[in-house]
């Protein structure tokens, strides 16, 4: 039995090592919002929303969920009993229209509450089996195909299993050629943010057969038909992450073609419940997902590695350790990753599997809010 009785809500404001440049947009520094949960038998627990400063990703930003969580997410769990965390997104889906990441940073933190309460690791919680998920990195747009192709070697040299170059009109097949053509067998993907139409797809026809893992989210980032029109040009399958916001709009891709691979982030389909559908619809359908990343904070993180070590995540995942994104980040121990790609599930620990350093999050929090009943 669950039931939330408060939650604190913060801001936090972490400074990336290196600026992070996307087809939509450049990140230099994260404000993020960290919430933690206590339920009515004295338990709590950290969350994160991975909404970003600006809508550049979905149209969700930090303050629109902090707006949210404040006037609708919260008061809608408060004063409530759940049997199981996997029945809050229901709940939080009767007339809230939206809001995604704000919803899931609540579900996701009542996972967290109902692992810490049973005392048992968070994977364990969630049926995963993974005792280690493989790593990929997501490099961000370079200035130039030469200084692209020095990070990809540092990457490899330190093990990542996969390789994620953003791409967007201009900054695309040059760029990806001259990875390729360094490094022949690398594992190699290519993600565009919706940078691209069917109409101006020949630059991704012209790096079809550079044996790419995948083609990440080429076109609109609410769009499943044209995806679908576009894939039946290419022989690199297409993975979707923007576009998949619910169970059903996988249901859809799969249906319509429009992609063979998805990315879960779970802070995209508004928790680990409708998570858990996707992963499990696409295991019945031979689709096989990953996990994504939005630069979280090491608490966002935990999660992620949760929902990694579920049977369907067939891909290296988005899960670089915390020193690739913070000079400190703000849980101990900090993610690694091992010489040879892998991250650790931390299977030993109960709740979410690591110690979140208040201190340090206290001396980054810029705003701070309690909402109770
Ligand atoms: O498209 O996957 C994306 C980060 C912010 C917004 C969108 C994306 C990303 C990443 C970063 O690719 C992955 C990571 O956390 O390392
Ligand atoms: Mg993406």
């Given at each position: 039995m669950l039931e939330i009785t408060s939650i604190t809500l913060r801001e936090i404001r972490l400074p990336l090592r290196e600026p992070f440049r996307i087809s939509s947009g450049t990140m230099t520094e994260r404000r993020i919002a960290l919430l933690e949960l206590h339920d009515a038998s004295g338990v709590s627990a950290w969350s994160e929303c991975v909404a970003d400063d600006t809508p550049n990703y979905t149209s969700e930003t930090i303050d629109t969920a902090w707006l949210a969580i404040s006037n609708w997410v919260a008061p809608r769990v408060f004063g409530r009993t759940f049997d199981a965390p996997g029945d809050v997104f229901a709940v939080l889906e009767q007339d809230f229209r939206g809001h995604l990441m704000a919803k899931a940073a609540v579900e996701m933190g009542m996972w967290g509450v109902e692992a810490t309460r049973l005392g048992v690791p968070l994977a364990r919680l969630i049926g995963g089996t993974r005792q280690t998920i493989p790593v990929g990195i997501s490099l961000g747009i370079q200035a130039s195909p030469a200084q692209l192709v020095e990070k990809v070697r540092a990457a490899l040299a330190e093990g990542y299993r996969k390789i994620k170059l953003k791409i967007m009109p201009g900054k695309d097949v040059d760029f990806v050629r001259a990875v390729r053509a360094e490094f022949p067998t690398a594992p190699l993907m290519a993600d565009a943010n919706n940078a691209y139409t069917v109409d101006d797809a020949g630059a991704l026809v012209a790096m079809d057969?550079?044996?790419?893992m995948m083609f990440e989210q080429?076109?609109?980032?609410?769009?499943i038909v044209r995806h679908a029109s576009l894939q039946k040009m290419l022989r690199t399958p297409i993975c979707l992450d923007e576009s998949i916001t619910s169970l059903a709009r996988a249901q859809d891709m799969i249906t319509l073609g429009a992609g063979r691979l998805i990315n879960i982030k779970p802070g995209r389909v508004g928790g680990f419940a409708e998570s858990l559908a996707i992963h499990d619809y696409c295991e019945a359908h031979g689709v096989p997902v990953w996990c994504g990343g939005m630069l979280e904070s090491g608490i966002g993180r935990a999660y992620n590695v949760a929902l990694a070590s579920l049977s369907n995540f067939h891909k290296p995942g988005d899960l670089s350790p915390s020193a690739r994104y913070w000079a400190e980040d703000v849980v101990t121990p900090e993610w690694t990753m091992s010489t040879d790609g892998m991250v650790t599930v931390p299977f030993d620990t109960p709740g979410i599997g690591v110690t979140v350093n208040v201190d340090r999050i206290d001396a980054l929090t810029v705003r701070t809010v309690t909402l109770n009943r």
């Open positions: 057969d550079l044996n790419l080429p076109l609109a980032w609410e769009d």
